[in-house]
């Protein structure tokens, strides 16, 4: 089992910036690949990044490519989500999930953080 934990959510204006973290514990050996979605009420889940915990290579959706980007430390099983020139569109729940191999589709990840919310005024 893989335990994750998000943080870093909160309410932002629009233009404004945020980083989320995700750090996961327990059997992490398997999982070579970390990915956030997002999900706004009544939408279903949206891919938004992905980093390979190896090589660190990323992927990374249209809409946030150049405002959003994605890192890791694996000295502390943690990856971020630094996000830039935010707007409402943005508002969402974000997910940290862990999968085998880099991936866009949610199916590919097999253990899913709780979410943290964030929320980007007009």
């Known amino acids: 089992q893989v335990q994750l934990v998000e943080s870093g959510g909160g309410l932002v204006q629009a233009g404004g910036s945020l980083r989320l973290s995700c750090t996961a514990s327990?059997?992490?050996?398997?999982?070579?690949?970390m990915g956030w979605f997002r999900q706004a009420p009544g939408k279903e889940r949206e891919f938004v990044a992905a980093?390979?915990?190896?090589?660190?290579?990323?992927i990374y959706a249209n809409s946030v490519e150049g405002r959003f980007t994605i890192s890791r430390d694996n000295a502390k099983s943690t990856a971020y989500l630094q996000m830039k020139s935010l707007g409402p569109e943005d508002t969402a729940l974000y997910h940290c999930?862990?999968?085998?191999?880099?991936?866009?589709?949610?199916?590919?990840?097999?253990?899913w953080g709780q979410g943290t919310q964030v929320t980007v005024s007009s």
């Open positions: 999930a862990a999968a085998a191999n880099l991936a866009r589709t949610p199916y590919q990840y097999l253990y």
């Open positions: 327990g059997r992490t050996s398997s999982n070579n690949a």
């Open positions: 980093i390979s915990w190896g090589a660190g290579n990323t």
